[in-house]
Protein backbone atom coordinates (compact mmCIF):
# COMPACT_ATOMS: atom_id res chain seq x y z
CA UNK A 1 0.00 0.00 0.00
CA UNK A 2 1.27 3.57 -1.03
CA UNK A 3 2.06 5.51 2.31
CA UNK A 4 1.24 8.45 0.02
CA UNK A 5 -2.67 8.57 -1.25
CA UNK A 6 -3.44 11.50 -3.09
CA UNK A 7 -7.49 12.54 -4.30
CA UNK A 8 -8.73 13.51 -6.75
CA UNK A 9 -6.81 11.66 -9.18
CA UNK A 10 -7.69 14.44 -11.16
CA UNK A 11 -10.00 17.16 -11.56
CA UNK A 12 -10.98 20.04 -14.03
CA UNK A 13 -11.20 23.31 -13.20
CA UNK A 14 -12.50 26.74 -15.29
CA UNK A 15 -10.07 29.33 -15.82
CA UNK A 16 -9.77 31.53 -12.80
CA UNK A 17 -11.53 29.36 -10.09
CA UNK A 18 -9.71 27.97 -7.02
CA UNK A 19 -8.88 24.08 -6.48
CA UNK A 20 -7.61 22.31 -3.88
CA UNK A 21 -5.77 19.06 -3.53
CA UNK A 22 -5.42 16.32 -1.10
CA UNK A 23 -2.56 14.41 0.61
CA UNK A 24 -3.12 12.04 3.06
CA UNK A 25 0.28 9.98 4.12
CA UNK A 26 0.90 6.94 6.78
CA UNK A 27 5.09 8.06 6.69
CA UNK A 28 6.21 8.46 10.30
CA UNK A 29 8.71 10.21 10.79
CA UNK A 30 9.11 12.21 8.02
CA UNK A 31 11.55 15.21 7.53
CA UNK A 32 9.65 17.40 5.62
CA UNK A 33 6.96 17.13 2.28
CA UNK A 34 6.77 18.71 -0.48
CA UNK A 35 4.37 20.00 -3.29
CA UNK A 36 5.93 19.17 -7.04
CA UNK A 37 4.13 20.52 -9.88
CA UNK A 38 5.00 18.16 -13.11
CA UNK A 39 4.65 19.24 -16.85
CA UNK A 40 3.63 16.74 -19.46
CA UNK A 41 7.02 15.29 -20.45
CA UNK A 42 8.83 17.51 -18.03
CA UNK A 43 10.45 16.50 -14.74
CA UNK A 44 9.06 17.51 -11.43
CA UNK A 45 9.72 21.01 -10.30
CA UNK A 46 9.36 21.93 -6.38
CA UNK A 47 6.27 24.18 -5.55
CA UNK A 48 6.91 24.10 -1.83
CA UNK A 49 8.62 22.47 0.91
CA UNK A 50 7.45 22.22 4.67
CA UNK A 51 9.35 20.22 8.05
CA UNK A 52 6.65 18.93 10.01
CA UNK A 53 6.48 22.09 12.47
CA UNK A 54 4.89 24.29 9.49
CA UNK A 55 1.63 24.27 8.97
CA UNK A 56 1.51 26.20 5.79
CA UNK A 57 3.95 27.51 2.90
CA UNK A 58 2.93 29.76 0.19
CA UNK A 59 4.70 30.19 -3.23
CA UNK A 60 2.86 32.68 -5.50
CA UNK A 61 -0.82 31.28 -5.82
CA UNK A 62 0.11 27.94 -4.57
CA UNK A 63 -0.48 27.28 -0.96
CA UNK A 64 0.28 24.43 0.81
CA UNK A 65 -1.20 23.46 4.28
CA UNK A 66 0.12 20.46 6.86
CA UNK A 67 -1.36 18.96 9.69
CA UNK A 68 1.26 16.96 11.14
CA UNK A 69 -1.70 15.02 14.05
CA UNK A 70 -3.94 13.99 10.93
CA UNK A 71 -1.50 13.73 8.32
CA UNK A 72 -2.71 15.53 5.61
CA UNK A 73 -1.81 18.19 3.16
CA UNK A 74 -3.35 20.27 0.95
CA UNK A 75 -2.42 22.20 -1.90
CA UNK A 76 -4.62 25.11 -2.65
CA UNK A 77 -4.78 26.96 -5.85
CA UNK A 78 -6.25 30.63 -6.33
CA UNK A 79 -7.28 32.25 -9.48
CA UNK A 80 -6.21 28.96 -12.07
CA UNK A 81 -4.51 29.84 -15.09
CA UNK A 82 -4.10 27.55 -18.03
CA UNK A 83 -1.48 27.19 -17.23
CA UNK A 84 -1.68 25.73 -13.99
CA UNK A 85 -2.45 22.13 -16.41
CA UNK A 86 -0.49 19.77 -14.62
CA UNK A 87 -0.04 16.92 -12.72
CA UNK A 88 0.51 17.57 -8.69
CA UNK A 89 2.74 15.08 -6.53
CA UNK A 90 2.86 15.10 -2.66
CA UNK A 91 5.97 13.68 -1.66
CA UNK A 92 6.82 12.88 1.96
CA UNK A 93 10.48 12.82 2.78
CA UNK A 94 12.03 10.12 5.60
CA UNK A 95 15.50 11.31 5.15
CA UNK A 96 17.58 13.46 2.37
CA UNK A 97 17.51 10.51 0.01
CA UNK A 98 14.12 8.49 1.04
CA UNK A 99 11.40 9.93 -0.34
CA UNK A 100 7.82 8.40 -0.85
CA UNK A 101 5.64 10.04 -3.91
CA UNK A 102 2.12 9.97 -4.34
CA UNK A 103 0.40 9.41 -7.82
CA UNK A 104 -0.28 12.74 -8.65
CA UNK A 105 -3.23 14.78 -9.25
CA UNK A 106 -4.29 15.61 -12.83
CA UNK A 107 -5.19 19.46 -12.94
CA UNK A 108 -6.76 20.53 -16.18
CA UNK A 109 -8.14 24.25 -16.27
CA UNK A 110 -10.34 24.88 -19.38
CA UNK A 111 -10.61 28.22 -20.43
CA UNK B 1 14.85 25.41 -16.35
CA UNK B 2 16.44 23.23 -13.50
CA UNK B 3 20.08 23.26 -14.74
CA UNK B 4 19.73 19.17 -15.31
CA UNK B 5 20.00 17.18 -18.67
CA UNK B 6 19.13 14.03 -19.57
CA UNK B 7 19.96 12.16 -22.30
CA UNK B 8 18.48 10.76 -24.49
CA UNK B 9 14.90 11.91 -24.00
CA UNK B 10 12.81 8.59 -25.70
CA UNK B 11 14.96 5.21 -26.28
CA UNK B 12 13.70 2.12 -27.67
CA UNK B 13 15.09 -1.15 -26.51
CA UNK B 14 14.04 -5.06 -26.71
CA UNK B 15 13.78 -7.35 -24.04
CA UNK B 16 17.08 -8.64 -22.62
CA UNK B 17 18.76 -5.86 -24.28
CA UNK B 18 21.37 -3.27 -21.98
CA UNK B 19 20.75 0.59 -21.33
CA UNK B 20 22.68 3.48 -20.29
CA UNK B 21 21.00 6.56 -19.25
CA UNK B 22 22.68 9.90 -18.70
CA UNK B 23 22.43 12.91 -16.97
CA UNK B 24 24.09 16.18 -16.32
CA UNK B 25 23.76 18.00 -12.96
CA UNK B 26 24.27 21.38 -12.02
CA UNK B 27 27.92 22.35 -11.10
CA UNK B 28 28.53 21.86 -6.85
CA UNK B 29 25.54 19.71 -6.94
CA UNK B 30 27.40 16.51 -5.31
CA UNK B 31 24.57 14.30 -4.93
CA UNK B 32 22.24 12.63 -7.48
CA UNK B 33 19.18 10.54 -7.20
CA UNK B 34 17.39 8.50 -9.94
CA UNK B 35 13.72 7.37 -10.11
CA UNK B 36 11.36 5.33 -12.27
CA UNK B 37 8.18 6.86 -13.04
CA UNK B 38 5.61 4.40 -14.69
CA UNK B 39 2.70 6.04 -16.39
CA UNK B 40 0.19 7.60 -14.49
CA UNK B 41 2.63 7.06 -10.85
CA UNK B 42 4.52 8.39 -8.99
CA UNK B 43 8.19 8.51 -9.41
CA UNK B 44 9.40 5.42 -7.27
CA UNK B 45 13.31 5.91 -5.69
CA UNK B 46 16.03 3.85 -7.56
CA UNK B 47 19.26 5.04 -5.86
CA UNK B 48 21.16 7.98 -4.53
CA UNK B 49 24.95 9.04 -5.39
CA UNK B 50 26.73 11.35 -3.16
CA UNK B 51 30.34 12.06 -4.52
CA UNK B 52 30.91 9.11 -6.33
CA UNK B 53 29.60 6.35 -4.00
CA UNK B 54 26.16 4.88 -3.67
CA UNK B 55 24.40 6.39 -0.48
CA UNK B 56 21.03 4.88 -0.79
CA UNK B 57 19.33 2.48 -2.90
CA UNK B 58 14.87 1.64 -3.26
CA UNK B 59 13.30 -1.57 -3.66
CA UNK B 60 15.17 -2.07 -7.40
CA UNK B 61 17.17 -5.88 -8.47
CA UNK B 62 20.72 -5.75 -8.52
CA UNK B 63 20.52 -5.37 -12.56
CA UNK B 64 20.02 -1.57 -12.15
CA UNK B 65 23.36 0.13 -11.36
CA UNK B 66 24.48 3.50 -11.56
CA UNK B 67 27.67 5.48 -11.60
CA UNK B 68 28.55 9.32 -10.18
CA UNK B 69 31.43 11.13 -12.18
CA UNK B 70 33.81 14.07 -10.87
CA UNK B 71 31.94 16.40 -13.57
CA UNK B 72 28.93 16.12 -11.90
CA UNK B 73 27.29 13.72 -14.29
CA UNK B 74 25.96 10.53 -13.95
CA UNK B 75 24.37 7.25 -15.46
CA UNK B 76 21.70 4.68 -15.16
CA UNK B 77 22.85 1.46 -16.18
CA UNK B 78 19.91 -1.81 -16.56
CA UNK B 79 21.09 -4.82 -17.58
CA UNK B 80 18.30 -7.65 -19.05
CA UNK B 81 15.85 -5.20 -19.28
CA UNK B 82 12.32 -6.54 -18.85
CA UNK B 83 8.71 -5.04 -20.42
CA UNK B 84 8.10 -3.68 -16.76
CA UNK B 85 11.40 -1.64 -17.10
CA UNK B 86 8.96 1.07 -19.61
CA UNK B 87 8.98 3.80 -18.05
CA UNK B 88 10.17 7.79 -17.21
CA UNK B 89 13.36 7.47 -15.90
CA UNK B 90 14.06 10.86 -14.05
CA UNK B 91 17.83 12.23 -12.63
CA UNK B 92 17.41 14.92 -9.63
CA UNK B 93 20.55 16.43 -8.14
CA UNK B 94 20.70 18.21 -4.91
CA UNK B 95 21.58 20.64 -2.76
CA UNK B 96 21.50 21.87 0.90
CA UNK B 97 19.45 25.35 1.33
CA UNK B 98 20.24 25.74 5.09
CA UNK B 99 18.27 22.54 6.45
CA UNK B 100 16.52 21.62 3.27
CA UNK B 101 17.85 19.26 0.71
CA UNK B 102 16.06 20.93 -2.46
CA UNK B 103 15.85 18.18 -5.59
CA UNK B 104 16.00 19.66 -9.11
CA UNK B 105 14.82 17.11 -11.62
CA UNK B 106 15.48 16.43 -15.15
CA UNK B 107 13.04 16.06 -18.11
CA UNK B 108 13.54 12.69 -18.26
CA UNK B 109 14.68 9.79 -20.55
CA UNK B 110 11.36 8.09 -21.61
CA UNK B 111 12.48 4.32 -22.38
CA UNK B 112 10.38 1.79 -23.88
CA UNK B 113 11.12 -1.69 -23.83
CA UNK B 114 9.85 -4.11 -26.50
Known amino acids: KNQVEQSPQSLIILEGKNCTLQCNYTVSPFSNLRWYKQDTGRGPVSLTI?????NTKSNGRYTATLDADTKQSSLHITASQLSDSASYICVVSINDYKLSFGAGTTVTVRA | ETGVTQSPTHLIKTRGQQVTLRCSSQSGHNTVSWYQQALGQGPQFIFQ???????GRGNFPPRFSGLQFPNYSSELNVNALELDDSALYLC?????????????FGAGTRLSVL
Open chain 2, 49 to 55: YYREEEN
Open chain 1, 50 to 54: MTFSE
Open chain 2, 92 to 104: ASSVYMGTKNIQY
